[in-house]
């Protein structure tokens, strides 16, 4: 089992930047393949970057740019720093343990874009 705890989401300006934190539980992340995902109500949850173990990342097309998807393999962590974040950045963001197998969320983190 292996447990997913994401931070760092909130309330931004049009523009502003947030930075969200997922750390992971056991002793292998520098193995995992790990990605954020947002979901909006009413749309399918969809994946916004991944990172695997070596380090190679990959951006949805919403994201390229603006977003960059990190690890902390010594701290067990992923980050995503979100810049030039637009209202349409508004939605539930999650972590989650794409590979090896089995996959994990965690819980989610709200991230809302408003002035």
């Known amino acids: 089992q292996v447990q997913l705890v994401e931070s760092g989401g909130g309330l931004v300006q049009p523009g502003g930047s ?32 991944s990172i695997i173990s070596g380090g190679t990342a990959n951006y949805a097309d919403s994201a390229k740019g603006r977003f960059t998807i990190s690890r902390d393999n010594a701290k067990n962590t992923v980050y995503l720093q979100m810049n030039n974040l637009k209202p349409e950045d508004t939605a539930v963001y999650y972590c989650r343990k794409i590979y090896p197998f089995p996959q994990y969320w965690g819980q989610g983190t709200q991230v809302t874009v408003s002035s």
Do not use: D, H, N
Request: net charge positive; aromatic share 12%.
């Open 18 to 49: 947030l930075r969200l934190s997922c750390t992971a539980s056991g002793s292998i992340f520098s193995i995992y393949s790990m990605g954020w995902y947002r979901q909006t109500p009413g749309k399918q949850r969809e994946l916004v970057a």
